[in-house]
């Protein structure tokens, strides 16, 4: 109840939602909000049956290492496919240019 209601008083305190000279008096409110909120937060926080509030830290994923050793070998074939199909395609490209020269040797594809 106290999320929703701290939810619905900062979307209505909001101060990207006031004309600018408004802005000041709801941005102070919009502080006001949120630090009651935070200050009941860490209250019931505080209430827990150990006494002391506890953090529980769950690691999930891969592990921070794996993988980084082998970059190299995984970006090399990468590079050589796209070095050699812009090389194809530059050949490719001439090849076309050479014919259509052949074709019509007083066509200039540069000029309207």
Not at 81 to 102: C, D, E, H, M, P
Request: charged residues 20%; aromatic residues 10%.
């Amino acid at each position: 109840q106290i999320k929703a209601a701290y939810r619905r008083k900062a979307f209505e305190s909001h101060p990207d939602l006031f004309p600018a000279h408004e802005k000041s008096q709801s941005e102070s409110n919009f502080k006001l909000i949120a630090e009651a909120y935070s200050s009941l937060g860490s209250g019931a926080r505080s209430r827990s049956p150990h006494g002391a509030s506890t953090v529980r830290v769950v690691r999930t994923g891969v592990p921070v290492g794996y993988g980084k050793g082998n970059r190299a070998l995984v970006t090399i074939p990468f590079l050589l496919l796209i070095a050699g199909t812009v090389s194809f395609a530059g050949l490719n490209a001439a090849r076309a240019y050479k014919r259509q020269k052949k074709m019509c040797p007083t066509y200039n594809p540069f000029l309207p």
